[in-house]
């Protein structure tokens, strides 16, 4: 009988060195280290991160569907909507709104990236 009570309070032992709340970590100093620990915090990098993301990301499919997709659309349509002119009715195909700002995307990315390297770098996450 012994053996499970000690088993028991083994467990509870175990239990209760889970549920005990752990030290806080000493803050930083300063007013560098306090806007750090904010940003740690409040995740404001990951949120930044996903805002200028999507921003960019936005921009790719406004190049692609401007740029792209409307011409061929509109040259599509318009013959049934009964356009007389297919030639210079028409927007032209314009792939270097597309391709800028794919090319724009990537180097946003490319920034972000090195930002949050250097952010793990000095723990902020």
Same mark, same amino acid.
């Given at each position: 009988?012994?053996?499970?009570?000690?088993?028991?309070?083994?467990?509870?032992?175990?239990?209760?060195? %889970? =549920?005990? *709340?752990?030290?806080? $970590?000493?803050?930083?100093?300063? &007013?560098? @280290?306090?806007? +750090?620990?904010?940003?740690?915090?409040?995740?404001?990098?990951?949120?930044?991160?996903?805002?200028?993301?999507?921003?960019?990301?936005?921009?790719?499919?406004?190049?692609?569907?401007?740029? %792209? =997709?409307? *011409?061929?659309?509109? $040259?599509?349509?318009?013959?049934? &909507?009964? @356009?007389?002119? +297919?030639?210079?009715?028409?927007?032209?195909?314009?792939?270097?709104?597309?391709?800028?700002?794919?090319?724009?995307?990537?180097?946003?990315?490319?920034?972000?990236?090195?930002?949050?390297?250097?952010?793990?770098?000095?723990?902020?996450?």
């Amino acid at each position: 009988m012994s053996d499970v009570n000690t088993e028991m309070l083994e467990e509870m032992k175990k239990i209760r060195e %889970l =549920l005990t *709340p752990k030290p806080a $970590a000493e803050g930083r100093t300063g &007013m560098v @280290g306090e806007f +750090l620990d904010f940003v740690g915090k409040y995740k404001i990098l990951g949120l930044a991160v996903a805002f200028v993301i999507g921003m960019y990301l936005g921009e790719v499919v406004k190049g692609l569907v401007t740029g %792209l =997709l409307m *011409p061929l659309i509109t $040259a599509i349509l318009e013959p049934m &909507m009964g @356009g007389d002119s +297919l030639v210079g009715s028409f927007e032209p195909y314009k792939p270097g709104l597309f391709i800028m700002a794919l090319i724009t995307f990537a180097i946003v990315c490319l920034v972000v990236f090195i930002v949050m390297k250097v952010a793990k770098k000095w723990n902020v996450e």
